[in-house]
């Protein structure tokens, strides 16, 4: 049925005047708990990601809606074209995707698709008794729990016929305590493309750690410190210092410090990063990416060189090049985003990253504020809620809240790592890590 709307939507809009189209359609289906305090509110969403892309020549014509009413989707063909018509030019424009077979297998999962909402609400509150079991003084104070389904159909007048189907599960949950000494909340969570079965040890996890940090003290002064990174810490600030900066679109319009850099070495030689959409059960993992390219797995940096940006299939072509299956879309405009990056560890532990440390700061949980890090010139600006101080290789104490500064390309010119990639919530997957040169205070 779906199928079928699609099609006649594209000959519509081939018959119509556009001399190639494309039609890309997102279902989702959404459950999930939030908790504020003790209060849990249940909710479902259901809804519809539908966008047009036609082309008159070099001009393009973009629309999207949630309609599926075939007489409102031929209207929406016509607004297209007629945006396409009075459109500027685009030079580059080299045409949509040709088809690609799949490498990725479908991520999909029948018992987080069965879920009920009832049983959600059941486990959620299991939480708030196992939380209140381990701590009558720390509470929880907020909880979030989703579990998304999706499909999703790419089709183009090039000869794509892409499905997919994927499942997910999202769950955060901060605990709040108080002290003689200081107030403090911690937040944690996890994903996965399975159900969630660890949230109990999750949430005691978190309210240990409020614990912990009831006896923290101050650093006394700014140092440039070795800096052991948890994956999840790292991972967060890359996705704003970092994964931007490897995407074509801000390499060619110069918003990447790496945009002349391709071919050299920019990092470490311990340092290898890959994007990986055909990772087995991935965050991010599907058989097409949202142009309908096969997704697949491109090195990114390899021993510390620059090998390649990432791609859809516009940037691509205007520099000569395949996609690299990275194409994104939001509110139906193509862009590109990473899907799960890797970078690769060994078989050093954490035990062994500490114990090289004579002076230095150990950093786990979530940053705090790493948007206002600059990808354009990869400055960091972060503030480390979860740090220990590290003394002659064992941690003595936890610490306040530090403020973390330097240029992430410079940190990774010395690094070390332990351990294999570990997954995070940002679909991430990386070591710990010791990034040196940047300042905290």
């Known amino acids: 049925m779906v199928e079928e709307i699609l099609k006649k939507v594209l000959n519509y809009a081939l018959k119509s005047g556009a001399d190639e189209a494309e039609v890309y359609l997102r279902r989702y289906k959404e459950k999930f708990i939030k908790g504020e305090g003790e209060k849990l509110t249940p909710s479902s969403i259901i809804g519809n990601n539908l966008a047009i892309r036609v082309s008159v ?14 007489n409102k989707l031929y209207e929406e063909v016509d607004r297209a074209i007629s945006i396409a018509k009075v459109s500027d030019e685009d030079k580059y424009w080299h045409g949509l995707p040709d088809p690609t077979k799949p490498i990725a297998k479908e991520v999909y999962s029948d018992e987080l698709s069965s879920l009920e909402i009832a049983d959600m609400m059941k486990d959620c ?3 708030y008794k196992e939380a209140e079991r381990e701590s009558r003084d720390i509470k929880i104070c907020e909880l979030y729990n989703s579990v998304v ?23 955060v949950v901060m605990a709040k305590g108080k002290s003689a000494k200081r107030e403090v909340s911690i937040y944690d969570g996890w994903s996965d493309t399975k159900v969630i079965r660890n949230k109990v040890d999750i949430t005691i996890d ?5 614990k912990t940090l009831f006896e923290a003290e101050k650093l006394g002064k700014p140092m440039k410190a070795s800096i052991i990174f948890s994956p999840l810490t790292l991972a967060e600030i890359l996705q704003f210092v970092f994964t931007p900066a490897i995407r074509a679109d801000n390499v060619e319009e110069g918003r990447s410090p790496l945009h002349d850099k391709l071919g050299k070495e920019v990092c470490s030689k ?17 058989k097409y990416d949202d142009e309908g390219v096969a997704k697949r797995r491109t090195e990114v ?11 859809n299939t516009y940037y691509a072509r205007k520099v000569g090049k395949e996609s690299t299956g990275n194409a994104f879309r939001a509110r139906g405009i193509v862009g590109i985003s990473y899907t799960n990056l890797v970078i690769h560890g060994n078989n050093k532990t954490l035990d062994n990253l500490i114990s090289e440390i004579d002076e230095g700061i150990f950093v786990m949980g979530f940053p705090m504020n790493p948007h206002s890090s600059n990808y354009v010139t990869g400055e960091i600006n972060a503030v480390l809620y979860e740090a220990y101080y590290i003394k002659s290789g064992s941690i003595e104490k936890p610490l306040y809240p530090l403020n973390v500064s330097g240029n992430i390309y410079e940190a990774f010119k010395e690094i070390r790592i332990a351990g294999k990639p570990i997954k995070t919530m940002f ?3 990386l070591p710990y890590m010791i990034l040196q040169s940047l300042t905290v205070a």
């Open 427 to 429: 679909s991430i997957y």
């Open 270 to 286: 311990e340092l290898s990063i890959t994007d990986d959409g055909t990772l087995a059960d991935g965050l991010a993992t599907s």
């Open 149 to 171: 389904t999706w499909e999703k159909w790419i089709i183009n007048s090039r000869g794509i016929e892409a499905y997919d189907r994927g499942a997910g599960e999202h769950f």
């Open 57 to 70: 020549g070099k001009k393009i014509g973009l629309v999207s809606t949630s309609t599926l009413n075939l």
């Open 206 to 210: 978190v309210i240990n750690r409020v």
């Open 301 to 311: 940096i390899k021993n510390g060189v620059l090998t390649s940006f990432l791609y």
């Open 125 to 127: 509150r299991l939480l």
